[in-house]
DNA sequence: CGGATCCTTCGGCGCCGGCCGAAGCATGGC
DNA sequence: GCCATGCTTCGGCCGGCGCCGAAGGATCCG
């Protein structure tokens, strides 16, 4: 234990700023977009991007990976898409304005990437699948996978041992801000969702980069491994978020 | 689900001010405080802080009960909570500047609250305790009480029914960010920290409103009950968090 | 009812920081 | 080598907001 204390306001600061709100929650789609890309996105000059991009840098909030003329900005961590996920959790919510902004919304309720795993309803689905078949116990920092969880993630070709050999933690619940309900977050999550874009059975919706389409591959499969079917007639009002 | 989006950029401006910071992170220890010393922990006049707690409201961040001619603030809920804390993990450390401080990050090391239920290596301890001992198992949004757990639980004198009856998630785990690793959160873990404060086991620490002290009875009965001792002399380096 | 306490609203000051254009520095293509 | 492209740095403008003192409203006390 370190004997230092952490600067709230400074990391809510960064985050706190329209062009670089945007910027963050373009990355939350776990992608590394380039400087010029983010600074569209946030609706600023390549000038005031990089001066924002480079703040976030500074503030621990993204990394950078430079290749050729261009250089890539990702989130620094699972950290800060979790710290991004619960403000959007008590964010107050702003009328849409546009029919396409609508339609975006309501595909990204569905299906969509929390920064490397899978949320909407889809991701609750499939964490909720989980745990009612005992794939996942309580355990550890999260869940541990049990024997029967172990089997059908083999099956998936979900590489294990490879996540647990992670540096992060490997099963988390994540509350997911449209749901308000968990997903499966950690590395496992990520695998899982990694395994599920690399079959087919989810690709990603270019409209924006953290949508996801469910194929009609992919539907059948959810249905014969996990049992799930989307969407989900059942009403969308479900149990208070907490922390 | 309705079709709208967040607005991540107001709510972290509305912390990323470091006299609202201030505020909201004293607001952490679960109580209500009055405006008047909210501004002075803020260290702004109370003009200011008044401003500041009418933004905060208007964002949806606190609440305000009137008492007399006092006018006391409280967090919204335990989401405004849970956003604080995630915040807080990402948030770069700063060297504490007195030895008075030092005293003060340690002692909320070992224990503290995280609103209205326990964090700190105490927290940690209880959590694991839990999950070890399969009081808590995965399920619903986060964890159910097993048998053996409503039996201890019972045994305690905490008040399980009126838990599961709240509006608010029953248990669930919440990343602590000194330990890094999950405490317990939501209904029972408010209720469980009650009834620690209540049976004398923990007192509060005057210093610091969220800082909590081990009496000798505390002592003894988490070691009885949970088997549970602290200060706990095993390296503070824990798991990596993920979101 | 008069004074004290607590809080809020108002007016005005000052500064931080977000913005851009222009210039500087890399890389890649030809 | 030369130019195009992508990104960053620099200088300067300007608006928003954080700050306070003063004034006003509410509550409690004697």
């Known amino acids: 234990m370190d004997s230092k204390q952490a600067d709230l306001a400074g990391v809510a600061r960064l985050i706190g ?14 992608r590394a977009l380039a400087a010029g890309e983010l600074g569209r ?6 000038a005031t991007a990089s001066e924002h991009l480079a703040r976030l840098r ?7 990976v430079a ?28 009328p849409v304005r546009s029919l396409r902004q609508s339609r975006v ?16 309803q889809l991701g609750v689905a499939l964490h909720d699948a989980l745990v009612d078949r005992d794939a996942l116990a309580a355990g550890g ?16 070709g979900v590489d294990v041992a490879a996540a647990a050999a992670a540096r992060r933690a490997f099963a988390r619940p994540c509350l997911d801000f449209t749901e308000r309900r968990p997903h ?23 409209a924006d980069q953290r949508g996801l389409r469910i194929t009609p591959r992919g539907r059948r499969a959810l249905a014969t491994y996990f049992g799930v079917r989307l969407p989900d007639p059942r009403a969308s009002t479900a149990g208070a978020p907490d922390g």
Do not use: F, K, N
């Open 184 to 206: 499966l977050a950690g590395a496992l999550g990520a695998a899982l969702c990694a395994r599920l874009l690399a079959d087919g059975w989810l690709v990603r919706v270019a």
């Open 41 to 46: 996105v946030g609706g600023v000059s390549p």
């Open 58 to 64: 500074d503030g621990g909030l993204v990394e950078v």
């Open 105 to 120: 919304a309501a595909a990204l309720a569905i299906a969509r990437t929390c920064y490397d795993h899978l949320a909407g």
């Open 67 to 94: 290749a050729g003329r261009h250089r890539y900005y990702r989130l620094a961590g699972p950290e800060v898409a979790h710290a991004l996920e619960a403000l959007a959790l008590v964010s107050p919510r702003r």
């Open 17 to 30: 700023e329209p062009a670089r709100a945007a910027m963050l929650d373009a990355l939350l789609s776990g």
């Open 141 to 156: 920092d999260g869940y541990r996978l049990t024997e029967a969880g172990a089997q059908l993630m083999a099956g998936l």
